[in-house]
């Protein structure tokens, strides 16, 4: 299993409420996420005909999707100073790394870091909004 983290300056649910919008995942994915149905069964379509199948989730907190050649898990979890650390996992199902999974890990790291930037900007405007400044 591969496995790779990052903490993102924002809290849990606007973390969260980020990841599930498909239109987010153009900002920081390699894929785009066309459509998805946010439970177990659920599916998320991406562009290519790309599908994969919602194992798992739990709103909030953690969601395990995947096909036949791997298996992701996202998980959420809040840190004591309200940000949320974001943790990705990786189960190959088909897939045969001659690497041991350096080169895959590699990339889901960088896919985190752009997410991180990604929602970190979006949380920037929000508070940046007029209708978040008191009157």
Do not use: C
């Not at 239109?23 to 998320?44: F, M, P, V, Y």
């Not at 005909?49 to 709103?59: C, K, L, Q």
Request: zero cysteines; a negative charge; proline letters at 6%.
């Amino acid at each position: 299993m591969l496995t790779t983290d990052i903490v993102v300056e924002s809290p849990p649910y606007f973390v969260w409420a980020y990841f599930i919008q498909p239109d987010n995942w153009r900002k920081w994915s390699r894929l785009t996420l066309e459509s998805a149905h946010w439970e177990t069964g659920g599916h998320l379509y991406f562009e290519k005909n790309m599908t994969s199948t919602i194992d798992a989730i739990t709103p909030g907190t953690s969601v395990s999707f995947g096909d036949s050649w791997s298996q992701e898990t996202w998980e959420f979890e809040p840190t004591p100073n309200g940000h949320t650390l974001v943790r990705v996992s990786e189960e190959p199902r088909a897939v045969k790394y001659t690497d041991h999974g350096k080169a895959a890990l590699a990339k889901t790291h960088a896919a985190l870091e752009r997410f991180k930037a990604a929602i970190e900007a979006a949380t920037e405007d929000l508070r940046s909004s007029p209708a978040s400044e008191s009157v």
